[in-house]
């Protein structure tokens, strides 16, 4: 009964190539996330949908595609992976927008390795 | 969004309570303060937020001072599992992309 899963749990890939992240949430959330969790802990806003639409895009390159099927869907597609790709990607979720009384709920995490 | 302050690391003894500090000056009225954990390996956690009334949930407590520069995270009865990064933020926007998080605090419950 996981709430925000993702998938895989681990991914090891060579640079240059092209890999998907997916997520999907059973809460029934309106609005969901991506994360970057750098090597210094550092945990940055990437993309925020809102009933399937983008709200939110922080410069991240467009080498980095979210694509959202449904609204309990929201998987994460890299381009010609970078070495400086590496991190861990985390999904969230929350019944809408506002932070007040929506809080974020957050997978488990994916972390990427790009060699 | 004000900026937010604190210290890098705690040791709390299992079974007491664990008080995290957190800084906030510049914080405005209409900024919220919220605070998340991470446990090793997990995804952040969201736990407690307030305005300015002290506010308890099933997880925790928080107490905002009166002037509202800062506040603190009570953990009642803190376990190992505890053990976590606490982050506090204070967000003006009301919208959750906008919750930015530091550094946060390493609690580290020991038995």
């Known amino acids: 009964d996981t709430a925000v899963s993702q998938t895989p749990k681990y991914l090891v890939t060579q640079m240059g190539n092209d890999k998907s992240i997916k997520c999907e949430q059973n809460?029934?959330?309106?609005?969901m996330y991506w994360y970057k969790q750098d090597s210094k802990k550092f945990l940055k806003i990437m993309f925020s949908?809102?009933?399937?639409?983008?709200?939110i895009n922080e410069t991240v390159p467009n080498r980095f595609s979210p694509k959202s099927p449904d609204k309990a869907h929201l998987n994460l597609h890299i381009n010609s992976l970078e070495l400086g790709d590496s991190a861990v990607y985390f999904c969230a979720s929350s019944q809408a927008v506002s932070s007040y009384n929506s809080p974020l709920h957050f997978g488990n995490g994916t972390r990427l390795t790009v060699t | 969004d004000a900026k937010t302050t604190q210290p890098p690391s705690m040791d709390c003894a299992e079974g007491r309570a664990a008080n995290l500090p957190c800084n906030h000056s510049?914080?405005?009225?209409?900024?919220?303060v919220y605070w998340y954990r991470q446990i090793h390996s997990q995804g952040p956690q969201y736990i407690i937020h307030?305005?300015?009334n002290n506010e308890t949930n099933e997880m925790a407590s928080l107490i905002i001072t009166e002037d509202r520069k800062s506040s603190t995270l009570i953990l009642p009865h803190a376990t190992l599992r505890d053990t976590a990064v606490y982050y506090c933020i204070v967000n003006s926007g009301g919208s959750n992309y906008k919750l930015t998080f530091g550094k946060g605090t390493l609690l580290t419950v020991n038995p």
């Open positions: 809460l029934g959330h309106d609005t």
């Open positions: 307030g305005l300015k």
């Open positions: 510049t914080i405005s009225g209409n900024e919220y």
């Open positions: 949908y809102n009933n399937k639409e983008l709200i």
